[in-house]
């Protein structure tokens, strides 16, 4: 999934523009404009409780750099923990297109083995996205990134939403599989399932405060995105912008998040202070 940047912006002036500007308004915006504006505004508070207008960003399972690059953009130092070589390859050249190649550090490694390559209790904000739904134990996982966090800091979480498959599946006409996936303990609708596991909104929110924090907000994202088909979105003036701030409407409203394809948790230390 690609998330075309701006033009780039001098790496000593952080980038200024509206929150929806990173990433750009495209058919990647409808995957990320919801968690980007969350996590953007994240950061803006972090940035005035803590009085610095750098933080430290940890990205783990950031892959090619779709949420590092924009933070970087916006003049935070941002350290990617992915698995892929291939992604961080891609990463580093992401980064240097971007002009915040000094800003985004790109290592090797996972959530479980974490600590063999980043600082334990170094950062100011950590990101997990797309990482619970792949690990052998959610709540390790958790508990590893929860404590790359300093003592006032927060966790922006997203993984993959069980409601969400099971209306995809139901409306593709596969209902046998939407209803093994709703009663499945891992979520998962048959063994061609390539997701291992997926969460209810109850879940997620409950192994982050399991972990010691407490959460802040929860979002369902991509609740009507991968429902529009794309020539409509594509094709109709205005439809993109449309559909942008329908997902944004929606995106907090308790009673979208059971059908949404993502969900998406930011949770706060019990230290950092109260929106």
Do not use: I
């Amino acid at each position: 999934m690609s998330d075309p940047m701006r033009p780039p912006v001098s790496p000593h002036r952080p980038h200024t523009a509206s929150p929806r500007s990173e990433p750009s308004r495209s058919r990647a915006a409808l995957r990320t404009a919801v968690v980007w504006d969350v996590l953007r505004e994240a950061l803006d508070r972090r940035v005035k409780a803590t009085g610095r207008q750098s933080l430290d960003v940890l990205d783990t399972g950031g892959g090619s750099g779709n949420f590092a690059v924009p933070a970087a953009r916006l003049g935070h130092r941002v350290t990617v923990v992915d698995p892929s070589p291939d992604a961080l390859f891609a990463l580093e050249r992401r980064a240097a297109e971007a002009d915040v190649a000094d800003r985004v550090h790109g290592v090797q490694g996972d959530a479980r083995g974490l600590f063999d390559v980043v600082e334990r209790g170094g950062y100011d904000v950590v990101l997990c996205h797309g990482v619970l739904e792949y690990v052998d134990d959610p709540a390790e996982g958790v508990r590893n990134v929860v404590a790359a966090l300093r003592s006032e800091g927060v966790l922006s979480l997203l993984a993959a939403g069980l409601g969400g498959a099971v209306l995809a599946r139901a409306l593709a006409g596969h209902f046998t599989e939407a209803r093994q996936a709703l009663g499945d303990p891992d979520g998962r609708w048959g063994s061609g399932d390539p997701v291992p596991r997926r969460f209810t909104a109850e879940q997620l929110t409950g192994l982050v405060e399991a972990a010691g924090l407490r959460v802040g907000a929860v979002h369902g994202v991509r609740v009507f995105a991968d429902l529009v088909p794309g020539v409509l979105v594509d094709t109709e003036p205005g439809a993109m912008d449309a559909l942008l701030k329908l997902e944004a409407a929606a995106a907090e409203l308790a009673a979208f998040h059971s059908v949404a394809t993502q969900l998406h948790v930011l949770g706060e230390t019990r230290g950092a202070p109260e929106e």
